[in-house]
């Protein structure tokens, strides 16, 4: 998974607190996605991005929030974490267009406890 | 709406046997790509295999070879002479060719080697 970064790894929040996981990316991709991975089950989409400066909303988006201000980052945020958001996040990233082929890169993942 | 579909939520198999994973699709784009992944207990996702819509011939990368299946929508993938290391669980995973190209995955098959 070497260029995709995620910070950080293991956090634990409590009920009601904020924070930001960080994906950063040295590969100049244009297309930058968070998914989250509950026990038991396949990752689910939360936000995507296929450029800077640009978001939009994945499957599961409700208590997040994201910003891609500079290419190579791209950061999900909690703003008020619930109990329901313990979850294992993970970063992707991938070239974009006719360019993006079949590779897509993962970080790997942060583990995230809401108490 | 693309929709991933992998039926067995666990699988038991002796070492050195052969295994089939299966994997159908859902998708109204012409053009995609399908993937398969493997997590092991440490968490990361491993990119093992990828098949594009409009490849000729089955992907094979060593051991793992994906049965493609383009009138039936399957994907299934298939391991070789299954070594212990190849425990883990298992993500069908497919990636449409416009636009955003998210990535939407299954809901995973846990794969057990035993001795």
């Known amino acids: 998974n070497a260029g995709v970064t995620q910070t950080p790894k293991f956090r634990v929040l409590k009920t009601g607190q904020s924070m930001t996981l960080l994906c950063a990316q040295d590969?100049?991709?244009?297309?930058m996605y968070w998914y989250r991975q509950d026990p038991g089950m396949g990752l689910r989409l939360i936000h995507y991005?296929?450029?800077?400066?640009?978001?939009a909303k994945g499957e599961v988006p409700d208590g997040y929030n994201v910003s891609r201000l500079k290419k190579q980052n791209f950061l999900l945020g909690l703003e008020s974490a619930a109990p329901s958001q313990t979850s294992v996040y993970f970063c992707?990233?991938?070239?974009?267009?006719?360019?993006?082929?079949?590779?897509?890169?993962f970080g790997e993942g942060s583990w995230l406890t809401v108490v | 709406a693309q929709k991933i579909t992998q039926t067995q939520p666990g699988m038991f198999v002796q070492e050195k046997e052969a295994v089939t994973l299966d994997c159908t699709y859902d998708?109204?784009?012409?053009?995609?790509?399908l993937f398969w992944y493997k997590q092991p207990s440490s968490g990361e996702m491993i990119f093992l295999i990828y098949?594009?819509?409009?490849?000729?011939q089955n992907a094979t990368e060593g051991r793992y070879s994906l049965n493609f299946q383009k009138a039936r929508k399957s994907a299934n993938l298939v391991i070789s002479a299954s070594q212990l290391g190849d425990s883990a669980m298992y993500f069908c995973?497919?990636?449409?060719?416009?636009?955003?190209?998210?990535?939407?995955f299954g809901q995973g098959t846990r794969l057990t080697i035993n001795p």
């Open positions: 590969m100049n991709h244009e297309y």
């Open positions: 992707a990233s991938s070239y974009g267009g006719q360019n993006s082929g079949n590779t897509i890169y």
């Open positions: 098949q594009g819509s409009y490849d000729q």
């Open positions: 991005s296929v450029g800077e400066g640009t978001t």
């Open positions: 995973a497919m990636r449409d060719h416009q636009g955003a190209q998210k990535l939407v």
């Open positions: 998708t109204s784009d012409p053009s995609y790509g």
